[in-house]
């Protein structure tokens, strides 16, 4: 295994499609219009953007670094620029692809579901409580272990074959329709509102500790970052990349997608009078909206929402293979296994965990803010102080295949105070109110 020449991307696009193809997914869609709409809208959008562009970029390049320099699965790479004592933080990563693909999978059921209805019975029906029927019970369960299935074909059929040609043929439909329901969404009554909601900034809001926390955990979850993905990946690369290029591209690309589909979501729940329903059900505010606006188009609904969630769940998939290769990338290595039964057997293992996820929203709600308030904002600073402190030459690994680039030195201040303090304190703030969230499940229950 060790002495086998590492697979690389057959392309320079190869990688950025790849990469583009892991930050594109629900993140975008369902995570993105649930916390804004949870946030009270534009003040949440701001500061994502500047957490993106502040704390995420730095980060992502800190991701490809790491993995381009050490050409191994994120476990193998820590101990190699680090020693043992950086194992515990591969472990984290690990434990955080594990938790993240168990209710990712099942939020990527409820789209196939969605697709499957478009094609038997159109969108008609009271949208929250189809919503009811499709996000909880067997029903859910099985589209999860359907969509498991698909996520474990692709890994285990290898790097180059799997998971660059789904990322390249599928990611510009996705985009291409979202941005055809937008306009749609722009002609409708009432769509000014959600323009506003989404678009004028209420300053006040920003100073909320919560909103600023979601905003961070969102910049990290959209972009693929803190659990070791994007540099898994970068693995695959060679020196002759130009890192700062293709993050900006990747970021970019996951930031358009992103923004485009608030242009979507938020003008059709103004438009279509559905604030109350999104309101008591937040994270199901994708869900409630778009089938309501496919009904209100008669047949050519059912085409588009057809498109529209077949394209969604591709782009879930693209998302769900780069979170499975880092677990069963650390299984390969730890036990030497063949990829195909890694592939096999953690996906089992992550299909079964995602169970309680697929029994109730709430469950799945709170494992969502756990994994992301505490694994990837804490991964993300361990990464951090492990780039800004401990790897040994940091700026020798960003900077091959980028010799031109001078603010380097920027991007290591960054990654030594800015990023870990303001992580550091973003995550014991947010300490109690993610143990309460966890502790309420139990009592409710
Ligand atoms: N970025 C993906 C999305 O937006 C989710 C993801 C998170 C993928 C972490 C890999 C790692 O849907």
Same mark, same amino acid.
Request: aromatic share 12%; net charge negative.
């Given at each position: ?101 168990s209710y990712y999978s099942v939020i990527a059921g409820w789209t196939l579901r969605y697709a499957v209805g478009a094609l038997l019975q159109g969108f008609g029906g009271v949208a ?91 910049a990290f979850f959209s972009l693929s970052l803190g659990m070791g993905a994007m540099l898994t990946f970068a693995s695959y690369l060679s020196r002759d990349h130009h890192l700062p $290029?293709?993050? /900006?591209? =990747? !970021? &970019? %690309?996951?930031?358009?997608?992103? *923004? #485009?589909?608030?242009? +979507?979501?938020? @003008? ?103 994994? $992301?308030?505490? /694994?990837? =904002? !804490? &991964? %993300?600073?361990?990464?951090?102080? *492990? #780039?800004?402190?401990? +790897?040994?030459? @940091? ?13 380097f030195f920027l991007w290591r201040a960054l990654l030594r105070f800015v990023v870990p303090i303001v992580l550091g304190v973003i995550l014991v703030l947010g300490l109690p109110e ?12």
């Amino acid at each position: 295994m060790a002495t086998a020449p590492r697979e690389q991307w057959s392309s320079r696009t190869g990688f950025v499609l790849a990469a583009i193809g892991s930050a594109v997914g629900l993140g975008n869609m369902w995570r993105f219009s649930y916390l804004t709409a949870e946030n009270g809208g534009a003040a949440f959008v701001l500061l994502y953007i500047a957490m993106t562009a502040l704390i995420g970029l730095p980060v992502m390049l800190a991701e490809l670094a790491i993995g381009r320099g050490a050409r191994r699965s994120p476990v193998q790479a820590l101990v190699h620029f680090g020693g043992h004592a950086w194992k515990p933080l591969g472990a984290l990563f690990v434990a955080s692809g594990f938790l993240i693909l168990s209710y990712y999978s099942v939020i990527a059921g409820w789209t196939l579901r969605y697709a499957v209805g478009a094609l038997l019975q159109g969108f008609g029906g009271v949208a929250t409580e189809r919503f009811g029927e499709v996000a909880t019970g067997w029903d859910a369960f099985a589209y999860h272990v359907v969509f498991m299935g698909m996520t474990v074909a692709i890994v285990a059929s290898g790097v180059r074959r799997g998971i660059e040609r789904a990322a390249l043929i599928l990611m510009p439909m996705l985009f291409v329709v979202v941005v055809g329901i937008a306009l749609y969404a722009s002609g409708l009554e009432g769509a000014t509102d959600g323009y506003r909601y989404y678009l004028q900034t209420d300053f006040g809001r920003i100073l909320s500790f919560d909103v600023l926390r979601d905003a961070t955990g969102q910049a990290f979850f959209s972009l693929s970052l803190g659990m070791g993905a994007m540099l898994t990946f970068a693995s695959y690369l060679s020196r002759d990349h130009h890192l700062p $290029n293709e993050s /900006l591209m =990747i !970021g &970019g %690309a996951d930031f358009a997608v992103a *923004f #485009v589909a608030g242009l +979507m979501v938020f @003008p059709l729940i103004f438009a279509l009078g559905l604030s109350d329903a999104v309101g008591e059900s937040t994270v199901g505010a994708l869900f409630i909206t778009l089938p309501t606006a496919f009904a209100g188009m008669g047949t050519a609904g059912q085409v588009v929402g057809l498109v529209f969630f077949l394209a969604l769940m591709v782009g879930a998939l693209t998302s769900a293979i780069s979170l499975l290769e880092v677990v069963v990338a650390a299984a390969i290595d730890a036990f030497d296994w063949p990829r195909a039964r890694s592939a096999v057997l953690m996906g089992a293992l992550i299909a079964l965990l995602g169970v309680p996820s697929a029994w109730s929203t709430d469950v799945l709600g709170v494992i969502d803010g756990v994994a $992301n308030n505490l /694994l990837l =904002i !804490g &991964g %993300a600073l361990a990464l951090s102080v *492990f #780039v800004g402190w401990v +790897m040994p030459d @940091p700026m020798g690994e960003v900077s091959a295949g980028a010799e031109g680039v001078r603010w380097f030195f920027l991007w290591r201040a960054l990654l030594r105070f800015v990023v870990p303090i303001v992580l550091g304190v973003i995550l014991v703030l947010g300490l109690p109110e993610t143990v309460a969230s966890i502790a309420g499940l139990f009592a409710t229950d």
